[in-house]
């Protein structure tokens, strides 16, 4: 089982950690929300859980919950830009569909 981080996306996370002052990196995971059923869920990580898997990519790492891991084995974790829009973006192979807004998916 494995997570990645792309390149642009390892800039961003360093330079959102560095901005705040503090953090080992973030945790990504996924919740029962929105009209397909489970949407991503990322917060900063200054103290990880002891249950968390570790993903270190460079200088910081990805941080997952058991639970979660079974829906995000395989997921790139990449920063996009399009034109005035940025974010980041879940290139995860597991997902069979998603919603028309985007929000959330099913696997």
Do not use: W
């Amino acid at each position: 089982m494995a997570l990645t981080l792309s390149e642009s996306a390892t800039q961003q996370v360093r330079k959102s950690i560095a901005k705040r002052g503090k953090g080992l990196g973030i945790r990504i995971g996924v919740k029962t929300s929105g009209c397909s059923g489970l949407s991503y869920v990322m917060e900063f990580v200054d103290v990880p859980n002891p249950e968390d898997m570790v993903f270190p990519h460079d200088d910081v790492s990805l941080f997952v919950d058991p639970k979660s891991l079974i829906y995000l084995d395989g997921t790139e974790l990449d920063f996009t830009r399009e034109g005035l829009n940025e974010g980041f973006r879940f290139n995860n192979p597991n997902v069979k569909d998603a919603c028309g807004c985007g929000e959330s998916f099913t696997t």
